[in-house]
T-cell receptor, first 117, second 114 residues
Framework: QQQVKQSPQSLIVQKGGISIINCAYENTAFDYFPWYQQFPGKGPALLIAIRPDVSEKKEGRFTISFNKSAKQFSLHIMDSQPGDSATYFCAAIWGQKPSGGSYIPTFGRGTSLIVHP | DAGVIQSPRHEVTEMGQEVTLRCKPISGHNSLFWYRQTMMRGLELLIYFNNNVPIDDSGMPEDRFSAKMPNASFSTLKIQPSEPRDSAVYFC????????????FGPGTRLLVL
């Protein structure tokens, strides 16, 4: 069962454009939503994260928008650059560890972003 | 901080051989994760350790896979015998266990089983 659904699977954007990646989750017990960026040949690296008590978080050209009622969150990359070309993963983590459970992130399937010069 | 260290970075082996992947987590982190990444299946969690104890190994595909964490600074993932379908990139990640914790991934081991 996929608890975090990520779309699109791939995305091509022109330099200077806006890249938008969407994620939807099912379990309202999730309380922390990080995004990871993975360059070819490297491991995923934490990019930006949001808590459900805020609707938006911005770090430079990267913004997370969060819609708690819709159980959706998205990553916006403004003024996309060729150096942003990478695979992006959204994730969700429990706010309170369930009985017998653990704080293991649930990852989306990833979005391959290509930014053309 | 050196980050998560994995070795080897690349491994090519023949079907039936034993493969051992190694991981050194970031000092002070008490959670360690092993992941497998393929084009078909994406990023899959294989096993999760907390304070050196295996907590969740439900992602380990079969008995050919085993993982150990003898101390806080070292973990291994072993495949015996290896099969071509085990070809993938294997990542180790570490973190501090908690509700808003982040994971720090190593560079991965690219495994090719011929």
């Amino acid at each position: 069962q996929q608890q975090v659904k990520q779309s699109p699977q791939s995305l091509i954007v022109q330099k200077g454009g806006i890249s938008i990646i969407n994620c939807a989750y099912e379990n309202t017990a999730f309380d922390y939503f990080p995004w990871y960026q993975q360059f070819p040949g490297k491991g995923p690296a934490l990019l930006i994260a949001i808590r459900p008590d805020v609707s938006e978080k911005k770090e430079g050209r990267f913004t997370i928008s969060f819609n708690k009622s819709a159980k959706q969150f998205s990553l916006h990359i403004m003024d996309s650059q060729p150096g942003d070309s990478a695979t992006y993963f959204c994730a969700a983590i429990w706010g309170q560890k369930p009985s017998g459970g653990s704080y293991i992130p649930t990852f989306g399937r990833g979005t391959s972003l290509i930014v053309h010069p | 901080d050196a980050g998560v260290i994995q070795s080897p970075r690349h491994e090519v082996t023949e079907m039936g051989q034993e493969v051992t992947l190694r991981c050194k987590p970031i000092s002070g982190h008490n959670s360690l994760f092993w992941y497998r990444q393929t084009m078909m299946r994406g990023l899959e969690l294989l096993i999760y350790f907390n304070n050196n104890v295996p907590i969740d190994d439900s992602g380990m595909p079969e008995d050919r896979f085993s993982a150990k964490m003898p101390n806080a600074s070292f973990s291994t993932l072993k495949i015996q015998p290896s099969e071509p379908r085990d070809s993938a990139v294997y990542f180790c990640a570490s973190g501090r266990e908690g509700p808003r914790s982040s994971q720090y991934f190593g560079p991965g081991t690219r495994l090719l089983v011929l």
